[in-house]
């Protein structure tokens, strides 16, 4: 079975600053994908990144990108120039790319942005 | 479409009643899961739907749990003899899987229960 950790319950930075959310996997497979979702306040959840496991470059979208470090199974998020709109929830997730069906969230990491 | 609809948003029941809740998936999708969240965890899968097939169920989906996807639409979670411990936020998903292994899922708001 697979394990996401997320070891940051909590985080703050400052507007325009910029913020890495760790994440930590543990799996035998070798072909997956990596996902960070936010849900911010009372609001659904919306994804944020995705990485495939086979792909060695980096994932960006604009202001968010990933470190993923496959042999330490490691995934973070680095938010690049933090909005006040960045305040949410963050969840790092996996799912198994032989089945492509459910995903395994971690405990998630609370961002919260400030002026 | 604008997205995945749960109904009701809210929900408060006494323990021991049957709950009921609905999503209504992107129209054209084929899959659909139901996931729970707790207070301060990640959401956790409980089972998925490709059309009207069942295809997989969590050990966490007791024998209260029945979920239904009729005809391949809107999907059904009920829960019966409700207990304190189902309460939580209930998630939707629903993504469309084709040719492609990856399928974005994209989240309803959920459905909160609280049993008192």
């Known amino acids: 079975a697979q394990t996401v950790t997320q070891s940051q319950p909590e985080m703050s930075v400052q507007e325009a600053e910029t913020v890495t959310l760790s994440c930590t996997y543990d799996?035998?497979?070798?072909?997956?994908?990596l996902f960070w979702y936010k849900q911010p306040p009372s609001r659904q959840m919306i994804l944020v990144i995705r990485q495939e496991a086979y792909k060695q470059q980096n994932a960006t979208e604009n202001r968010f990108s990933v470190n993923f470090q496959k042999a330490a199974k490691s995934f973070s998020l680095k938010i690049s120039d933090s909005q006040l709109g960045d305040t949410a929830m963050y969840f790092c997730a996996f799912m198994s790319g032989g089945t492509a069906s459910k995903l395994t969230f971690g405990t998630g990491t609370r961002l919260q942005v400030t002026l | 479409d604008t997205g995945v609809s749960q109904d009701p948003r809210h929900k408060i029941t006494k323990r021991g009643q049957n709950v009921t809740f609905r999503c209504d998936p992107i129209s054209e999708h084929n899959r659909l899961y139901w996931y729970r969240q707790t207070l301060g965890q990640g959401p956790e899968f409980l089972t998925y739907f490709q059309n009207e097939a069942q295809l997989e169920k969590s050990r966490l989906l007791s024998d209260r749990f029945s979920a239904e996807r009729p005809k391949g639409s809107f999907s059904t979670l009920e829960i019966q003899r409700t207990e304190q411990g189902d309460s939580a936020m209930y998630l939707c998903?629903?993504?469309?899987?084709?040719?492609?292994?990856?399928?974005?899922?994209?989240f309803g708001p959920g459905t909160r229960l609280t049993v008192l």
């Open positions: 998903a629903s993504s469309l899987v084709g040719l492609a292994v990856y399928n974005e899922q994209f």
């Open positions: 799996t035998s497979e070798s072909n997956y994908y």
